[in-house]
């Protein structure tokens, strides 16, 4: 019983004293910006666009592809000095390396650039409205 009674005092008293300041209303509206799931969410969906403006512009730029390739054979060969079986092993290797560059898309890849920018432009807008 003593027990149950000091723990409802400490618990009392850690609550009164659970406030280590007093909260100004820009403090109250500081931590709701901070705190509201729809800017965490928008600023989620900037990141997004962000990154699909930056794959539409890297579109412009040459495509490189890069190729390796091993081969390995072994087996006998016929001697004809000496009519004997002689054994015969070969290793062969290749390296390629294929640029490529569209010339024309009917340009496609321009409006899809600037309809990167303007999707990230009225990402900004989003955020700061909901920051308002």
Known sequence: ?????????????????????????????????????????????????KQDQREALGGFLPALSVSSSARMSFGRNIDPKTNGYT????????????????????LSQIYRAKMARINRLMGDDRLRDTKD
């Open 1 to 49: 019983m003593k027990s149950l009674v000091l723990f409802l005092i400490v618990f009392l008293f850690q609550l009164a004293n659970a406030q280590e300041k007093k909260w100004t209303l820009d403090d109250c509206i500081q931590y709701a910006v901070e705190h509201n799931l729809l800017r965490a969410k928008q600023e989620a969906q900037n990141k997004i666009y």
């Open 87 to 106: 054994p015969h092993n070969t290793i062969s290797n290749g390296i390629g390396i294929y640029p490529s560059l569209k010339l024309f898309d009917g």
